[in-house]
């Protein structure tokens, strides 16, 4: 009776004693590490008391396993929710730094920009203020020369940059009333060929231009993409005629001076020349086509927005590169 006693105070001091439990707010801050080593402990302490509770056979052992497994499913849904914050919270945090940057740059750009016109203006005004009158010869007159007077030649185009044109290799302007310098690479590895994917889903009625509203509606975005796997790989295979391809892009974009536009970047600026000079004036889908060479940078022609949501919110005014998704190997073939 004594040794039965005994071990039914044994068992009651071993139910009485405390469960541990994890701090969940200490938990969430701790490092990775850190976080482990309390897990391990804890769970340590949790096989300690089932050897306890085993050794004891008025305890329930159902009771307890199921206690155990509610604690880990709390615990892995606890430590799930969190990487799943911290791993969002990055992406966002991400997403607003490049928003920034972008804006950081067009701000520079732009104060740039209207500084140097500036002082271009000033400097036209200021050559027009010193113009002195003009001594023919003999002639005992004098001809004045008035700062209306002075030859428009526009001194300070020739050295300001297309801001468009620098970018992406061709301006929503030009030639009509882009009054910017437009400088073409004499040697470049990078080759543009204008609106040559035609598709109705790219002219939309909002931009007032003249198309059958009720034609445009008829497509989706699986039927665009399909008629642009099948010109990716009739131009794909006339291009490598040329050289070897390091980058073939096709835009989506819808304003005029990029839709359908196709950039292609080769391995040598001779190769470049060479397609240039072959597809000159050739006749493609009912158009003849005049490519030319540009130097463009990816990083700043590229929409970054674009690129990374596959959608943009300034869709219809956007003039950076909307490019499609060019098909895999598998679906040329």
Known sequence: LMDHSNESMHVEETCSRKTPTLDWNALAKMKHKQRRAVIKKFKRSIRR??????????????????????KMKLLLNFIIFHSAVCETSSVVIQSEYDEEEWLRRESVARAEFLKSNEQ??????????????????NIDRDVSLSAAEVPNVRIWNNKVSCPYFSRVGSCPHYPQSCTFLHELPEKSSTLLISNIFRHFALVEPCLNE?????????????????????????????????????????????????????????????????AMVGLYGRWYNRMQIYPRLVSVNWTDALCNEFVRFKKCERNNTCYLLHPFQNPTSKRRT
Request: glycine letters at 2%; one cysteine or more; aromatic letters at 10%.
């Open 49 to 70: 008391q089932r050897r306890v509770a085993n050794s004891s056979s008025t305890i329930s052992d159902q009771s307890q396993k199921r206690i155990i497994v509610m």
């Open 120 to 137: 271009k203006k000033n400097n036209i005004l200021s050559d027009a203020s010193l113009v002195e009158t003009i001594n023919f010869g």
């Open 210 to 274: 003249s198309s059958e509203e009720d034609v445009w509606l008829l497509y989706d975005k699986f039927e665009l993409y399909q008629e642009f796997c099948d010109f990716f790989i009739d131009i794909e295979k006339q291009l490598k005629e040329f050289g070897k391809l390091k980058k073939l892009i096709v835009c989506q974009n819808t304003v005029r001076h990029l839709r359908g536009n196709v950039y292609v970047e080769y391995s040598k600026q001779d190769e470049a020349r060479a």
